[in-house]
């Protein structure tokens, strides 16, 4: 069955710091990856998106992912984390069955702290 | 353009009470989907349509039911409010399939249920 798993819960770094938030999947097919943000009692907000096309991928606010078949991974990073970066990130994963919706599959949530 | 818009933002019911939220999206997007998140859960597919008049099962659509009469409106409904469905919930709409699926969330409404 396909999957995605976020490695952390809870990730807090201090402001100017690098932020890694780590993302796997399991997947037969050839998938399409996204992160996105939710900022406190807000909606999800797209940060990047893979679809086949360069392994390193660049999202909005400096963030960045790199798409690691060999490790089926998709790892988000931003060399240096800033107060407004403190909000929950999911990772999300559309397996390509071939069919014609394709399937989302959203990870629990990986929630960002950024100490002063 | 204002995206996706979920009514009400907030929702008190009581058990057994029924009700329906709203969403409505001005992009032409021909999907839509219903998510609830719970802490701890991420986001869980309710139900969703790839079209005008279309609807199809997600992950947990026991207890809720939808509608989308027309390709703007996608309405949630849940018949016998449980305390289980205290959750708030997201609406999103998408383009297409595959890699033109980016989603466009709404702001969430928050339901609970005593």
């Known amino acids: 069955a396909q999957s995605v798993t976020q490695l952390d819960s809870h990730v807090s770094v201090s402001e100017g710091t690098p932020v890694l938030l780590r993302c796997n999947y399991s997947?037969?097919?050839?998938?399409?990856l996204f992160w996105y943000v939710q900022h406190p009692n807000k909606g999800l907000q797209l940060l990047l998106k893979?679809?086949?096309?360069?392994?390193l991928v660049k999202g909005i606010n400096g963030f960045e992912a790199e798409f690691k078949k060999s490790e089926t991974s998709f790892h988000l990073t931003k060399p240096s984390a800033h107060m407004s970066d403190a909000a929950e990130y999911f990772c999300?994963?559309?397996?390509?069955?071939?069919?014609?919706?394709?399937?989302?599959?959203f990870g629990k949530g990986t929630k960002l702290s950024v100490k002063p | 353009n204002a995206g996706v818009t979920q009514t009400p933002k907030f929702r008190v019911l009581k058990t057994g009470q029924s009700m329906t939220l709203l969403c409505a999206q001005d992009m032409n997007h021909e999907y839509m989907y219903w998510y609830r998140q719970d802490p701890g859960m991420g986001l869980r597919l309710i139900h969703y349509?790839?079209?005008?008049?279309?609807?199809a099962k997600g992950e947990v659509p026991d207890g809720y039911n939808v509608s989308r009469l027309k390709k703007q409106n996608f309405l949630l409904g849940l018949e016998s409010a449980a305390p289980s469905q205290t959750s708030v919930y997201f609406c999103?709409?998408?383009?297409?399939?595959?890699?033109?699926?980016?989603?466009?969330f709404g702001a969430g409404s928050r339901l609970t249920v005593l």
């Open positions: 997947s037969s097919y050839s998938p399409s």
């Open positions: 893979y679809t086949s096309a360069a392994t």
């Open positions: 999103a709409s998408s383009r297409g399939a595959r890699g033109a699926n980016v989603l466009t």
């Open positions: 999300v994963v559309i397996m390509d069955y071939g069919g014609s919706q394709g399937n989302l599959i």
């Open positions: 349509s790839v079209g005008e008049g279309t609807t």
